[in-house]
């Protein structure tokens, strides 16, 4: 059973009580209106036993009966419909009559309750008993009357048989259709939803791996300045003391940069061996754009600096810059699948505490697109949590979309430098 399918029924529920209170007040009321009636009309009377007699009595007995044994329809409905079938004979031999057309009520519900159970074999061979035990109560009643020929007798006992089984047991079998439908449809959501989920994993696993391998070219690439910073101080110790200790503060500086970034992803584990990459930068950003410009996409960069003679992204380390970079990547293949032929721009703006990079392009995704999956806007915003930027995206005023990240700068590397400095002089 899937963890959508609903609980088997165990004990008496209300609905059980209600529908059992309902057929045996159903049959009660018969039980006392039909010898009311025939009090009245001689032609009602024929069959029709006394109030408070043996036979009737023995009715209201039956009734009540089958209203009892429908309080487990549910949890036993084939053996319930053989019992509620099968009471109708004891009026058949002891007190036939009238009154024997009181117990089909019982009969209905009964077969409704089994059809819901299901279809197969068994439940077969039981309603075909309920139909033969249906019929023939039907048939001795009415030759224990002497109303009809046996002919008529037995034509009428099996059409009416079919009626209360048939009916019932069609619209039993149509319930339970539309409820395995449902559930069926409860399945399949769950099962999507947990692909679902299985793909995200797998698209953060991947975004993992390939950010793990960043971090090793960013490792290495950190390691080969403090190796040749590490040598030069071994030319610089007798010579130029003062260079000397600024490039010990450069080695500190360095070294707490790649240690930092190592923490920031520890525990993420390289699948395979990495081919030789280049470390991308904010310089490559422009590289990336010239490249889109090639294949036909339209692009504008624009660049905003506090001064002129500084370097782009002062104070941003080579992780956040490598997060930049493939931050501007996935947006504008995101662009260029999703919004083909859409004019987009980028801006790097460094003037503030912070480097806010911003990819727009000027108008949403059309319909023929069809929807994303989500995994490149997940990269972005696992990327972005792991260097503590912030990410936000969204449509624009002017109907387009709008992928944004500022990067905090990292100060404590410059200001390390500069106190080593000091502390020279």
């Not at 390390?416 to 020279?424: A, L, N, P, T, V």
Request: charged content about 20%.
């Amino acid at each position: 059973m899937s963890d959508e399918d609903p609980p088997p029924p165990e004990g008496i529920g209300r609905g059980d009580l209600l529908v059992a209170a309902l057929v045996g007040v159903l049959g009660a009321g018969g039980a006392l209106l039909l010898p009311a009636l025939s009090a009245q009309d001689s032609e009602v009377a024929v069959g029709v036993p006394a109030l408070g007699s043996a036979a009737w009595w023995l009715v209201v007995v039956v009734l009540l009966a089958q209203a009892g044994a429908l309080l487990r329809a549910r949890t036993a409905p084939r053996a319930v419909l053989l019992v509620v079938t099968a009471l109708p004979l004891l009026l058949v031999l002891l007190a036939p009559g009238a009154l024997f057309s009181l117990t089909a009520l019982a009969t209905v519900v009964a077969v409704f309750f089994a059809a819901l159970a299901g279809s197969e074999r068994r439940g077969l061979a039981v309603l075909a008993v309920a139909f033969a035990l249906v019929a023939g109560g039907q048939f001795v009643n009415e030759l224990r009357l002497d109303e009809l020929p046996v002919g008529f007798a037995l034509g009428g006992a099996l059409a009416q048989a079919l009626l209360l089984i048939g009916a019932p047991l069609l619209a039993g079998l149509f319930m339970a259709a539309r409820r395995e439908a449902e559930r069926a449809r409860r399945g399949e959501a769950a099962a999507l939803r947990r692909e679902q989920d299985g793909l995200v994993q797998a698209a953060i696993s991947r975004e993992r791996t390939a950010m793990s391998r960043e971090l090793h070219d960013i490792a290495a690439h950190h390691m080969s300045g403090i190796a040749l910073m590490a040598s030069a101080i071994e030319r610089q110790v007798e010579s130029d003391p003062l260079a000397a200790k600024h490039s010990a503060a450069q080695i500190r500086a360095q070294s707490r940069t790649v240690l930092e970034d190592l923490r920031r992803v520890v525990g993420l584990l390289r699948e395979d061996a990495a081919a030789a990459r280049s470390v991308e930068t904010l310089a490559a950003v422009r590289e990336l754009v010239d490249a889109r410009r090639e294949a036909g996409a339209e692009i504008d960069v624009v660049v905003l600096s506090a001064r002129d003679d500084a370097p782009l992204g002062t104070g941003i380390g080579a992780l956040a810059q490598l997060v930049v970079y493939r931050m501007v990547q996935e947006a504008l293949a995101n662009a260029a699948a999703h919004a083909a032929g859409a004019r987009c721009t980028v801006r790097l703006d460094d003037r503030g505490d912070a480097l806010v990079v911003t990819v727009s392009n000027d108008r949403l995704a059309s319909a023929a697109a069809g929807p994303g999956s989500g995994f490149g806007l997940l990269g972005m915003r696992e990327r972005a949590e792991m260097i503590g930027a912030e990410l936000a995206s969204g449509p624009t005023e002017g109907g387009g979309w709008e992928v944004r990240l500022a990067v905090p700068r990292e100060q404590a590397t410059d200001r390390d430098i500069e106190d080593s400095g000091r502390e020279s002089a």
